[in-house]
């Protein structure tokens, strides 16, 4: 069967857990006090989806703005983006929107874009009402989720319809011998399952 | 999780939504040796090299033995390269300040220099838990939140001081390492972190726009091509490009991504042939792992360096090809190292080019005695035995300062294992009266 691989980029404000998010996904790991992401950092999973399956290249970037600047790579080719902010801080959502203003701007036309509520886990604490950020999920036609790295609500959920949206996005692709994009090339899938060698607990 | 609570009051204003979960606990030992966190950490074996070190220093009687060899044009070739080989923990930070002929602000200055609230409050907090948790120095289980404050309290100064720099997420991780090797040492890693900057010249790797490591992405690219074509290539065909991985490796200086005890080697290096040397170590890094990444494809080769640090390898293979092929610098003491001037110190000449350090500074006292932090008598001390209550009342005044951190991180013992947020705890440490 084939494979499809793709890119996505996580974004968002610093400390919403874009990091934690991925890892929890690719690794199930959690650290509480996740080291800060500095420019990126590169994670894969291979994902079976009822359609086929497709490899995530997770391209999790750093929060700082500052390295926007230099990272012309964020975006080339990402078929798949996640933009991420933290339920506890209302400043964290208010950038949500700059966020897709950024990449319908800068990023292919076809992007699938997912939105995910982090920490839920931390309800009391909560800023955003979650009306408010489905309607406004809504209007801008992005799937919403709420998850929560340390437990893992929704994470899975949420990559595997991340998965599908740009299965579905990207099949015309697949019976052509990807002639002109390499990040959504079609591979015979690799027999080698790809694992990190880096050990529990490491730098990511 | 849900939609309910919709209609909960809301809690009394809360400023700063990143604060530190805090427990305060009162360091064991306060005054931590040099290089102790790295010690402890990684139990590195040395004994070689301390033969040599004591060999070499023994000839000089002085409370200065590192200075006065410096000093000594003649050993200060010997030294030179020594110092490429390796120091021994307990020589190094003297070692490193004394070569770039650092000079520490006083205690008075460095507390005058006000906090960058702004930056502090929206960045740097929300990365001094995250930047080496797993050293004891950073650890709250061992040091509470001492080495985080101190860690906070530097870049926020430093950002207050450098308004063009500011700060720029990878000074963490440099600062965090000058900590742990420092003994703790709060006001030379402030002094460090400028002389670094300035000294070298990289204070555009970490400014708006960051011109200065644009320019050097660019150059390694060239030397990467040149010195490893297949490699390169290899890279280019797989899509792997230079700002996704050396970008990194230069904006932290190695910290973040190489283990720490070659991370060390590498600084001792750097300090010597200076931040021209970056590139080089890179190069060296491919080099030592060429064969492995000839094999990989894009993902992989980026997850490779990913776990980087979580590799074991000999720093001293590692860097051996360093040299090799480099022509011999006439005298990498003269000419080469400029004595770092520091900006507020404006009575020392720029004329001085040897590393020959000026005349010794009325602030330096004995190095070897290192502690942890500025003076604590000099702060306010706490009752000792206060015991924070999670549920005492709290009058929440409007706006918290990042000085109470300053103020309140010394000595406040609490025997209570539940966390607590910073503006909560300092609230109560506020309104209760010590004296």
């Not at chain 1, 489905?134 to 919403?144: A, D, G, T």
């Not at chain 2, 060999?55 to 410096?70: A, F, H, R, T």
């Not at chain 2, 280019?236 to 070659?262: R, S």
């Not at chain 2, 005044?397 to 503006?423: P, Q, R, V």
């Amino acid at each position: 069967m084939a494979t499809m691989e793709c890119k996505i980029v996580t974004l968002g404000e610093g400390r919403v857990g874009k990091t934690s998010l991925a890892l929890k996904y690719v690794k199930n790991e959690f650290h509480k006090d996740e080291i800060s992401t500095v420019n990126a950092n590169y994670l894969t999973k291979l994902v079976q989806i009822p359609q086929g399956s497709v490899q995530l290249n997770i391209w999790d970037t750093a929060g700082q703005e500052r390295f926007r600047a230099i990272a012309s790579n964020y975006y080339r080719q990402a078929k798949g983006a996640l933009i991420v902010y933290d339920i506890t801080d209302r400043k964290s959502f208010d950038k949500v929107v700059s966020w897709i203003k950024e990449l319908k701007s800068q990023a292919e036309k076809n992007i699938v874009i997912v939105v995910a509520g982090n920490k839920c886990d931390m309800e009391k604490e909560r800023q955003i009402n979650r009306p408010e950020a489905l309607e406004f999920c809504r209007k801008m036609q992005i799937r919403h989720f709420d998850t929560s790295a340390k437990s893992g609500n929704g994470v899975e959920e949420m990559f595997m319809e991340l998965a599908s949206q740009i299965f579905e996005a990207n099949k015309g692709e697949l019976g052509q011998s990807g002639r002109n994009s390499r990040r959504g090339k079609i591979t015979v899938e690799k027999t080698k399952h790809r694992e990190n060698s880096g050990k529990k607990g490491g730098c990511c | 999780m849900g939609t309910g609570n919709l209609s909960r009051p809301k809690k009394p204003q809360v400023i700063y939504k990143h604060s530190l979960r805090i427990e305060f606990i009162t360091p064991d030992n306060q005054k931590a040796e040099i290089g102790e966190f790295i010690f402890t950490s990684q139990r590195l074996k040395e004994t070689s090299l301390n033969e040599t070190w004591s060999k070499l220093l023994g000839n000089y009687k002085s409370s200065k033995p590192i200075e006065d060899l410096l000093k000594d044009t003649k050993n200060c070739r010997a030294l030179t390269s020594y110092i490429r080989q390796g120091i021994p923990v307990k020589w190094r930070w003297q070692t490193w300040k004394s070569y770039i002929n650092l000079v520490v602000i006083s205690e008075n200055q460095y507390k005058k220099i006000p906090l960058d609230r702004q930056m502090a409050d929206s960045v740097i907090i929300k990365d001094v838990h995250r930047t080496f948790p797993e050293y004891k120095y950073f650890d709250k289980k061992f040091f509470g939140y001492y080495g985080q404050y101190a860690l906070l309290r530097v870049l926020a100064k430093f950002s207050s001081a450098y308004p063009d720099v500011g700060y720029c997420q990878g000074m963490n991780f440099v600062v965090g390492f000058m900590l742990i090797v420092s003994g703790g040492n709060e006001i030379e890693c402030f002094s460090m972190l400028e002389a670094i900057i300035y000294h070298f010249n990289i204070g555009k790797f970490f400014s708006e726009d960051m011109p200065e490591l644009k320019k050097a992405l660019g150059d390694f690219d060239i030397s990467f091509q040149k010195s490893m074509n297949t490699l390169y290539w290899h890279f280019k065909d797989n899509e792997v490009y230079e700002d996704m991985w050396i970008l990194k490796w230069f904006i932290t200086l190695f910290t973040a991504v190489l283990p720490l005890k070659v991370v060390l080697n590498i600084w001792d290096i750097l300090m010597v042939d200076g931040i021209s040397i970056l590139p080089q170590v890179a190069l060296c890094l491919l080099k030592y792992f060429e064969q492995d990444l000839l094999t990989k494809d894009g993902a992989e080769i980026l997850c490779f360096f990913n776990s980087l640090k979580d590799k074991n390898f000999n720093p001293s293979l590692l860097l051996s090809s360093l040299y090799r092929g480099r022509k011999r610098t006439k005298t990498k003491a003269e000419g080469k190292i400029v004595p770092f001037i520091h900006p507020r110190a404006s009575s020392h000449s720029e004329d001085q080019r040897t590393c020959q350090p000026e005349e010794p500074l009325p602030s330096q006292t004995n190095f070897r005695h290192c502690e942890i932090i500025e003076n604590p008598e000099d702060l306010p001390l706490a009752k000792p035995n206060l015991l924070l209550r999670k549920n005492s009342k709290i009058n929440y005044k409007n706006s918290l300062s990042l000085d109470d951190f300053y103020e309140s991180s010394t000595i406040i013992e609490s025997k209570n294992e539940e966390t607590f947020d910073a503006h909560v705890i300092l609230n109560d440490l506020i309104t209760e009266d010590f004296d």
